[in-house]
């Protein structure tokens, strides 16, 4: 599992994760701007002043007057009880609305004074204030002294204090938390995958051939574990399902013995005539099919029972054994080692039906002409068992695919296509190998590799 894949838990939570502090910065940053509008931060206190400046004027005989600008006109909706005491340089004053007896006797005490806010230090917090300021008009600097209320920030002031927000506060604290966020996710979930390790080993490990084999779910994450369960359930679903299978061609090809030995018996019986053969040749193959399949439900893979065994004697009773079958089909059956023993561990029974279906697999295909022979050795680790024939042989692309179920070189072959598969399976079984090798001269040449049991006795 690579970094780079779209489906990287990684990647997905690094995005969802800053996706989602984005959007809680977003309403950290609202609830900040709002915040600033309820405490009456975000009114802006000289609104009035400003209003009053822009609408202040002199009338015909030079009294300072207000003119009904749209902003005053607005600004007197939105404060009913405004107030304010405008003085020029030479004392005129302007007065209107219910001022504060705290405010009404200042008169020209503050005349120097250029802007001020008054009315904090005055009895408690409730006292109202007042905003002073000094500001230039067409007939010159006035003082203007009025209420603190003003109306909403501008537009375009509220929106100044919004990137302000967002620039000093909300974009530090997103870059922060985006860096933070890039360097520990990964980690996060690396640390927290690797309680996973133990099951993907045995995962890893999994095989047909190990049935009653389970994930083990201690220390598994709890948002995981569902999914360890439905494959240990899934796993033991499988077992149920083979055994079963297992069961049924058991006894399908128990079954089938006894009819074939009464056939077989009624064809013996029959006088001799060519159709009389090629019927016990179809018969022999249904026999040895049916042994077949006996043999593969016999071997018990997850528990194999070996026992201590030389293959020098197993492929010698083998030969004798199989000697007057391969003379009677035309060959010369031989046997040769230079050896005196090859201890190996194993089960005698499926070592020996190895044997027998490769020296019948060079009687069925060695072109009924030639030798048939078995040799024996070893190297330093392996007992070796070859089984030549000087037939026509198994072209190089054969030579894999001969070892699949089922898998015919021509489709007018015969034989059931299980024997050399049925081989492989027991030589695997019993850690060992087999291949087609090159014959010095023509034919086949299958190798049987398998481990010595006896460091003692190895070459």
Do not use: C
């Not at 970094?3 to 990684?10: E, F, M, N, T, W």
């Not at 375009?156 to 870059?175: E, F, H, K």
């Not at 360097?183 to 390790?197: C, D, Q, Y």
């Not at 697999?361 to 060695?366: D, Q, R, V």
């Amino acid at each position: 599992m690579t970094g780079a894949r779209s489906h990287s838990l990684k990647r997905r939570l690094l995005w969802r994760l800053l996706v989602l502090q984005g959007a809680l910065l977003a309403i950290f940053g609202l609830l900040i701007v709002l915040a600033l509008f309820s405490t009456n931060i975000a009114k802006d206190a000289d609104n009035a002043v400003e209003i009053l400046q822009h609408a202040l004027t002199l009338d015909r005989s030079g009294r300072m007057t207000l003119r009904e600008t749209p902003d005053l006109m607005q600004l007197r909706g939105e404060i009913p009880t405004l107030w304010y005491i405008i003085r020029d340089q030479r004392g005129r004053e302007l007065r209107h609305g219910p001022i504060p007896p705290e405010f009404a006797a200042i008169g020209g005490a503050l005349d120097q004074v250029s802007q001020a806010r008054l009315g904090y230090l005055i009895d408690d917090d409730k006292a109202t204030g007042a905003r002073l300021k000094r500001v230039e008009t067409s007939f010159g600097r006035v003082q203007i002294l009025t209420t603190e209320e003003g109306r909403v920030m501008a537009p375009g002031r509220a929106t100044w204090l919004i990137l302000t927000v967002m620039a000093t506060v909300i974009l530090p604290l997103l870059v922060l938390m985006t860096v933070v966020t890039s360097i520990a996710t990964p980690k996060v979930v690396r640390w927290s995958l690797r309680s996973l390790e133990p099951v993907v080993e045995i995962a890893r490990e999994l095989d047909v051939e190990r049935r009653g084999e389970r994930l083990p779910e201690a220390d598994v994450p709890d948002e995981v574990l569902p999914l360890v369960s439905a494959v240990n359930d899934a796993l033991g679903r499988y077992d149920e399902g083979h055994e079963r299978r297992r069961r049924f061609l058991a006894d399908a090809a128990h079954e089938l013995r006894t009819p074939i030995a009464i056939l077989n018996a009624r064809l013996e019986s029959m006088p001799s005539s060519p159709e009389r053969a090629r019927l016990l040749q179809d018969l022999a193959r249904l026999s040895v099919l049916a042994e077949h399949l006996l043999n593969l439900q016999r071997l018990d893979r997850t528990n194999p029972n070996f026992q201590p065994l030389d293959l020098v004697d197993l492929a010698q009773q083998t030969a004798a054994n199989m000697a007057p079958l391969a003379i009677g089909a035309g060959y010369e059956l031989g046997f040769e080692t230079d050896i005196d023993s090859a201890p190996v561990a194993g089960d005698a029974l499926a070592l020996e039906r190895v044997l027998v279906n490769l020296v019948h697999n060079a009687i069925e295909y060695g072109g009924n002409h030639g030798s048939i022979t078995i040799f024996v050795g070893r190297d330093h680790s392996h007992g070796i068992v070859e089984i030549s024939d000087q037939g026509p042989g198994i072209r190089p692309e054969h030579r894999e695919k001969v070892f699949e179920r089922f898998y015919r070189i021509q489709d007018n072959q015969r034989g059931s296509g299980l024997g050399l598969n049925l081989v492989r399976d027991i030589v695997r079984l019993h850690r060992g190998s087999i291949d087609i090798v090159d014959a010095p001269q023509e034919g086949a040449r299958f190798r049987l590799l398998l481990p010595l049991s006896h460091p003692r006795l190895r070459a």
